[in-house]
């Protein structure tokens, strides 16, 4: 029986991926696992039964990766399953930054109780809220990954010349990838040729602020930014004085902060780039597949913090092995088959980083011990049939 312990409220055709081997619950002393969707696990005491965590959702800042790989505990994320979703709201953003619909919406409100005099006050006021159409225009897409691809490909269509970089394209997106979109070779080109941005990158030490002062200066006069990814991506401060000057014609934000509120064409939507049901259904299945087929078989897919092996289903035994990323680890560990006269029917390392981890399957008995105190293993684990 294994234990999955749910931090939020997980959708249900989700939990139900797990059978009656597995029980789900949110509050659990030694939970094998965990689903998760925003809370916060930073200060949490990861328990030593604890084998995977799973982020129903892209974004991993609320998970303290480096504890969890010291640990040998794996983290999953479920890219893609809220992409969709996430697009929708983007190509609602390019409207809403150049038609001025939420301002407009709000001095409309204003007029009630004129009767009949709306019609001619709304004919009198509507030309303060004029706006650009996006068809025609520039668009330039930072960051081409699930979303970034479905975004290019989305505003092409309304009609938009679509530049996009990425400098760590990956195959999956690039044969997603209209074959109209602009490669642009650097993010200069994006910033002196769009008149819209949307930036769909992580956020970590390389991107935190990337959209700048200095940025913002190589950009057109009155571009419109869209951030549907990591509030630190932008400065606030820089944003706001790019804004008050006019070289910042609209800012529309996911990721509402106190400074950003109520700030002249701020458009501060409060994160809901996934809020669909289809989307909280797609990241609970896939986070649930995730960990049960690590459960089960000691497969990773979609791990932010070690290497994508799959060796299929278990039919013997299976050792499974996360290790620091040195030399010898997997020759000393094959000695030990040796030495017991064990042939390793199947063998699959890879390496992330610092990190790696390894899948043997063979048929016999290991000793666990000896396996533990090789130099530069930080976990392993043993699944049989």
């Keep these: 029986m ?38 916060s696990m930073h200060e ?16 991993v800042n609320n998970i303290p990766l480096d504890k969890c790989s010291e640990k040998g ?71 081409l990954g699930a979303i970034g691809v479905l975004v290019a490909n989305a505003a092409k269509n309304l009609g938009m010349t679509v530049y996009g970089y990425d400098p760590y394209l990956s195959v999956e997106s690039a044969w997603s ?23 769909h990158v992580p956020l970590m030490d390389a991107t935190k602020h990337m959209i700048n002062a200095e940025a913002i200066a190589s950009m057109k006069d009155g571009v419109r930014i869209l951030n549907f990814a990591r509030d630190g991506l932008v400065n606030s401060d820089d944003m706001k004085a790019a804004l008050a ?61 070690l290497p994508a092996v799959n060796a299929g289903a278990v039919v013997h035994s299976r050792l499974c092995v996360v290790h620091k990323n040195i030399p010898h680890v997997i020759t000393n560990i094959s000695s030990k088959f040796s030495n017991l006269n064990i042939n390793i029917e199947n063998l699959i390392s890879k390496s992330r980083g610092d990190y790696a981890y390894a ?12 396996i533990n105190s090789i130099e530069g293993v930080v976990r392993t684990r043993l699944i049989t049939k």
């Design 2 to 39: 294994y234990n999955i312990l749910t931090l939020n409220k997980i959708a249900k055709i989700g939990l139900n991926v797990f059978d009656d081997n597995y029980t789900c619950a949110d509050e659990c002393a030694n939970p094998d696992a965990i689903l998760v969707r925003s809370a």
């Design 44 to 59: 949490m005491e990861l328990p030593e039964s604890l084998l995977s965590i799973a982020r129903a959702g892209a974004g």
């Design 73 to 143: 505990i794996v983290v999953f994320n479920t890219p893609g399953a809220n992409a969709n979703a996430v697009k929708e709201l983007v190509i609602a953003g390019l409207f809403l930054s150049s038609r001025k619909v939420v301002p407009a919406i709000e001095w409309a409100k204003t007029l009630k109780g004129e009767g009949a005099n709306v019609g001619k006050l709304v004919e009198k006021g509507k030309s303060q809220f004029a706006g650009p159409e996006i068809k025609g225009k520039k668009l330039g897409v930072i960051g």
């Design 177 to 199: 990838l209209s074959h109209h979109i602009i490669h642009s070779k650097s993010i200069k080109e994006i910033y002196e040729n769009c008149d819209y941005i949307t930036v």
């Design 245 to 305: 000057s006019g070289k910042v014609a609209a800012y529309v934000v996911d990721f509402p902060t106190d400074e950003m509120l109520d700030v002249e064409n701020v458009i501060a939507i409060p994160h809901l780039g996934a809020s669909t049901p289809e989307s909280e259904d797609n990241c609970a299945v896939m986070a649930a597949n995730q960990t049960k087929d690590f459960i089960e078989n000691g497969n990773i897919k979609n791990s932010v913090n």
């Design 359 to 370: 899948i043997f399957d063979f048929d016999g008995q290991l000793n666990m011990d000896e």
